[in-house]
């Protein structure tokens, strides 16, 4: 029986899998052998989890539609910091009139981004159509593009509120606080309890949950099975009646809405919203994340967003630590894995992709 | 007679994963005879080919039984380089050209001719210049004994397709030990006058002491140029005949002669009623299967088949109809004209297709038993959605009785609606394909290649399962098949496809001739 289900684990997960998920459970031991704080590396996983769990999330429709792994998720990403800086903006202009409670702050923050991730999807699908075949190496030096010209674009936009613009000359700044504006750590907080000594950030979570609910009734719709069909069979599904490149502009646009909602609950819960080169590696994490969690370049599911954002983010933080504690030499070893970890795991997941 | 026979082929049998699929071929060439070796698709011609050319494939696999004789030495070919060094050559049936060389590099290509430079002396033979006029003048005396009047310095690209084929036959007489040449329907895409240009030219190499082997299923052509005449079928060699003693008829009785079995309808049907279907003037652009003006009139509770060897355009008939491959001219359903080129019209006409090619196109490998059935109504026609409110989302409970009801009333052998359909083995994804076209309630159904890749027992069971669609709920069945047993064994009409179009119309108990002499590219029609 144990058997059994180790022969389908290691078929299903893949070798790659499960030398992360072994490097994973060492970094616990050892983090237990070093007598580190167990509980402060749970409570920073947790947070960790629901941080990046939209993200990862993003990953899902595009996947499906069968564009592959959005590369280009920083184009959301993009549109959610223009959300978040225009609340900013609205919050200091209108400030003597009306006070914006943090909540609100970040609905409307949500809300001013969706027009412009939903144009920017339908833009970012259509090139996507032109392009079958090539769209991971298009996505990526697609997203490279737009946060390059972000950058001078930051620079420009008239956002005026002294919180974000630089004291001197024009243009925002490389991070903006979220302090003064009662949105950090809003979600974390929501209900928030203790275990023990872990604190358990309930609102973060609940939001990465509902989420995942909501992209699970969409794959349950006419619209999602059309889309999963077309993402994995483009002939069968012409052959059904189903307009491919409709459904692919769907996933597209899809994934790029979640990426603007994913950068959202990010920066609230770090405490600032990061522009400029801020964006630029971050669908690699997400990418990876999802590949970890058991999805391929054709194929995932929210099982494997969930496990792979666990999994992922979890030996993010542990890792650190450990490093630390090892040896002092080692300090930024950490870091290192993190970063062998996320690319080979790319590139081992680019490697499957031409299979079957 | 006391000539010596150039290549003999002797008890040669071949089987692939336990599949015997050649068995006891005996085969003599002399120098100078042209030798027809004809067959359906699928009778053993190409591997019989690829072992005479030592393919990996074969190697690979394996290898074959019996012995290969050239000049009466027995030789083991056990690659093309070795096939090339004993003097056979092949002109393969899609060019193997380079089409930004002149005629003559590509006539020369590895073995051009080559003359001393400076370098070589110190550097030796890799340094060596090519010797242009050499070779100019090789490739013209290859170009003069076929009788082709164009230059050896053109470029290949954007030749007609006939000089491009002759190029090929100029570079396997330009070696100098050629002493056989095989054609591997060397006609098959060549106009007519361009065809017969090319038959000139094999009798023109014959004369010349060259050995020709000649494969193809015109039998015009076959009894017109050969010597000797083999007829292939289902692997065993079935004649060989001197071409003396036979005639068009005879051939095409051998090709295709096969015990049919009767599966249906106790007697022929004949159908008067409506019509169901029926096309004008249909073209349909599907690469390797181009349909070229057929005209077809199916009638209600037809089951009508269409045959004919592969290329010939069959199966581009329901691929057009359904929308699939671009297509013109007009269709009409139920008398009601279709539009074209939009599978959803289509299927809103009531038409279903079942694929033939069930991996790229019928299934969503990855995706559950009951999701592959129900998907195309659930798109199209709306079924197996519950509202919610706002959201109308799948209706899991239905969905799964559905598939369970179709799981049994088809047999559908698998652990249950959820298993992915890769799992399942070749019939029971047929059957599935099956059941999504049924999940459509069409009132006609295609389907292509029904048996195509599933074993034999699964293939009767499909068949089976077409026919009492057919009889219990009046369902009109255009079957598109390779195999001919099995369009006479269940259809009640067939119409034969040659060269993108219908070559006739017969009944399954016609004589195997008729059939042989429609496939053969024989037009004729008659009503039926």
């Known amino acids: 029986m144990i058997k059994d289900f180790a022969g389908k684990f290691l078929a299903n997960f893949g070798l790659a899998r499960v030398i992360i998920l072994a490097f994973f459970i060492f970094l616990c031991i050892m983090a237990v052998v070093f007598q580190l704080d167990i509980a402060e590396l749970l409570t920073s996983s947790l947070v960790r989890i629901g941080m990046w769990g939209v993200l990862v999330l993003a990953m899902l429709p595009a996947i499906k539609s069968g564009i592959g792994p959005n590369f280009g998720v920083s184009l959301g990403i993009l549109c959610g910091l223009v959300g978040a800086l225009t609340a900013l903006e609205m919050a200091y202009r209108l400030g003597d009139s009306v006070q914006f409670g943090g909540g609100t702050l970040f609905i409307i923050a949500i809300l001013i981004s969706l027009p412009f991730a939903i144009l920017t999807g339908i833009a970012y699908g259509w090139l996507l159509n032109r392009v079958k075949g090539s769209e991971m190496m298009i996505a990526t030096y697609v997203g490279f593009s737009m946060v390059s010209i972000m950058k001078i674009a930051w620079l420009f936009l008239p956002y005026t509120s002294p919180e974000m613009a630089w004291p001197i000359g024009r243009g925002v700044r490389v991070q903006i606080s979220l302090a003064g504006r009662g949105i950090t750590r809003l979600l974390n907080n929501f209900l928030s309890f203790n275990i023990g000594e872990v604190i358990v950030p309930t609102g973060l979570l609940l939001f990465f949950a509902f989420m995942c609910f909501l992209v699970w009734l969409f794959m349950r719709s006419k619209t999602g099975v059309a889309m999963h069909a077309a993402g994995d069979n483009p002939r069968f599904s012409e052959a059904a009646g189903i307009n491919v490149n409709r459904s692919r502009m769907i996933g597209t646009t899809l994934s790029t809405i979640l990426g603007a909602i994913g950068i959202l609950v990010y920066a609230q819960s770090y405490g600032f919203v990061q522009l400029y080169e801020g964006p630029m590696f971050m669908p690699f994490v997400a990418v990876a994340a999802v590949l970890i969690g058991g999805a391929s370049v054709r194929k995932a599911t929210i099982t494997h967003v969930i496990v792979g954002t666990a999994l992922f983010l979890g030996i993010q933080v542990v890792a650190i630590p450990v490093a630390n504690a090892f040896t002092t030499e080692w300090a930024s070893m950490g870091e290192i894995s993190r970063k062998i970890i996320q690319n080979g795991v790319i590139l081992y997941a680019l490697t499957q992709a031409g299979g079957e | ?528």
């Open chain 2, 1 to 528: 007679m006391g000539e010596p026979f150039l290549l003999q082929m002797k008890n040669i049998g071949k089987s692939y994963y336990g599949t015997q699929v050649l068995q006891d071929i005996n085969l003599s060439l002399k120098p100078g005879e042209i030798h027809a070796i004809v067959g359906e698709n699928g009778a053993g011609k190409s591997t019989l080919m690829n072992i005479l050319f030592g393919m990996e494939v074969i190697h690979s696999t394996g290898g074959y039984e019996g012995e290969v004789l050239v000049d009466g030495k027995k030789e083991e070919i056990e690659s093309p380089q070795r096939a090339m060094e004993l003097g056979i050559g092949m002109v393969h049936q899609e060019f193997m050209l380079l089409p930004n060389f002149t005629i003559t590099e590509n006539i020369k290509l590895n073995r051009e001719n080559l003359k001393p430079s400076f370098l070589s002396r110190v550097f030796g033979e890799k340094t060596k210049l090519l010797n242009f006029p050499q070779m100019n003048s090789d490739s013209r005396k290859a170009l003069d004994k076929l009788d082709i009047d164009i230059e050896e310095y053109v470029m290949v690209a954007g030749l007609p397709v006939g000089y491009m084929q002759l190029t090929e036959i100029a570079r396997e007489i330009d070696k100098t030990n050629v002493k056989v040449i095989v054609f591997d329907e060397p006609t098959a895409v060549l106009a007519e006058s361009e065809a017969d240009r090319l038959l000139e030219a094999m009798k023109k190499i014959a004369d010349e002491g060259i050995a020709i082997l000649f494969i193809t299923h015109r039998l015009d052509e076959v009894l017109a140029i050969s010597d000797n005449i083999t007829v292939l079928r289902d692997g065993s060699l079935v004649a060989t005949k001197s071409v003396d003693e036979t005639d068009v008829n005879q051939i095409a009785e051998l090709m295709v002669g096969r015990k049919i079995e009767k599966m249906v309808h106790g007697e022929e049907r004949s159908f008067k009623g409506e019509t169901a279907l029926k096309t004008e003037n249909l073209v349909v652009h599907m690469p390797g299967e181009k349909v070229n003006g057929v005209d077809l009139e199916v009638r209600k509770g037809e089951f009508f088949g269409i045959g004919g060897l592969a290329g010939q355009g069959k199966v581009g008939v329901a691929n057009g109809i359904m929308g699939l491959y671009p297509g013109r001219g007009k269709v009409w359903i139920n008398g009601k004209q279709l539009e074209l080129n939009n599978p959803s019209k289509s299927m809103a006409q009531g038409l279903a297709y079942v694929s033939e090619d069930r991996r790229g196109v019928g299934l969503l490998l990855d995706s559950s038993i009951e999701l592959n059935i129900v998907i195309t109504s659930l798109h199209n026609q709306n079924k197996f959605l519950k509202n919610f409110g706002i959201i109308r989302l799948l209706d899991n409970k239905g969905i799964h009785e559905h598939a369970l009801k179709m799981i049994k009333d088809l047999d559908i052998r698998c652990t249950g609606p959820g298993q992915f359909v890769k799992r399942l083995s070749g019939g029971n994804q047929q059957k599935v394909c099956i059941a999504r076209a049924l999940t459509m309630e069409p009132d006609i159904l295609f389907v292509s290649e029904p048996t195509r890749g599933i074993d034999v027992g699964a293939k009767r069971l499909v068949l089976e399962t077409l026919v009492r669609l057919n009889e219990e709920l009046e369902m009109t069945i255009i079957m598109t098949s390779s195999e001919l047993g099995e369009l006479r064994s269940v259809c009640d009409r067939i119409a034969i496809v040659s060269e993108g179009k219908i070559a006739g119309i017969l009944r399954p108990g016609d004589p195997d001739k008729d059939f042989g002499l429609l496939m053969g590219g024989k037009r004729k029609r008659r009503g039926a």
